[in-house]
């Protein structure tokens, strides 16, 4: 196990509605990162927070938004959700600033489902 | 853009047959990561190995061996001996540090490996 978390695991909501995954990331590591995974797809790049700020986004919309907090634990909050928005939501954390720094440890997700 | 392409959805082998997973990909950087994720069923990612791009010597680890081909632009990945545990998605992807995001991993679509008896 990668000693990074998440929750809940499973969530059910109706469109329209708003959501708040959460990740706690590995002991030590700094760089918090969340991807988007839909059904038989590759994880797609949603953002990156490092030092509690966004630091790099993908190609979604402004009501995907994070945060990082001060123990560099963090949420994915999604606004508006759409019926495509139905997926695995994948958190991963890394420690930036050192050779291992593009290594990336993922926990075990959040499936989402939006009705 | 960046970009990676593997293009096996689906393979099924039975037990102790070798199975090479391919993955080619497609960059404008010189410097750049590239990687392998298993995702088993359970669906966390399991972090397998990264190649820098300028590190082309190929890398064997028990069952697993990987094969870095910059001129091919590919990096395929080879399990030995194939076992039931090996059952699962497998991802390739890349890195480019020039997008000023570390963390930014470009996956391919997986190849998802059924090993049976």
């Known amino acids: 196990e990668t000693g990074v978390t998440q929750s809940p695991t499973h969530l059910i909501k109706t469109r329209g509605q708003q959501v708040t995954l959460r990740c706690s990331s590995q002991?030590?590591?700094?760089?918090v990162s969340w991807y988007q995974q839909a059904l038989g797809q590759g994880p797609q790049f949603i953002f990156q927070?490092?030092?509690?700020?966004?630091?790099g986004r993908g190609n979604f919309p402004p009501r995907f938004s994070g945060l990082q907090f001060p123990n560099y634990s963090s949420e994915l909050n999604v606004n508006a959700l759409e019926l495509d928005d139905s997926a695995l939501y994948l958190c991963?954390?890394?420690?930036?600033?050192?050779?291992?720094?593009?290594?990336?440890?993922f926990g075990p997700g959040t499936r989402l489902t939006v009705t | 853009a960046q970009k990676v392409t593997q293009a096996q959805t689906e393979i099924s082998v039975v037990e102790k047959e070798d199975v090479t997973l391919d993955c080619v990909y497609e960059?404008?950087?010189?410097?750049?990561?590239l990687f392998w994720y298993k995702q088993p069923p359970s669906g966390e990612l399991v972090f397998l190995i990264r190649?820098?791009?300028?590190?082309?010597q190929n890398e064997i680890s028990g069952r697993y061996s990987w094969n870095f081909q910059k001129s091919t632009s590919s990096f395929n990945f080879t399990i030995t001996a194939s076992q039931v545990v090996d059952s699962a998605v497998y991802f390739c992807?890349?890195?480019?540090?020039?997008?000023?995001?570390?963390?930014?991993?470009?996956f391919g679509t997986g190849t998802r490996l059924q090993v049976t008896l």
């Open positions: 991963a954390s890394s420690l930036w600033g050192t050779s291992s720094s593009y290594e990336q440890y």
């Open positions: 002991s030590g590591h700094n760089t």
């Open positions: 927070y490092y030092r509690e700020e966004e630091n």
């Open positions: 960059t404008r950087d010189t410097t750049y990561y």
């Open positions: 190649r820098n791009s300028f590190d082309e």
């Open positions: 992807a890349l890195s480019e540090p020039s997008t000023g995001t570390a963390s930014k991993l470009t």
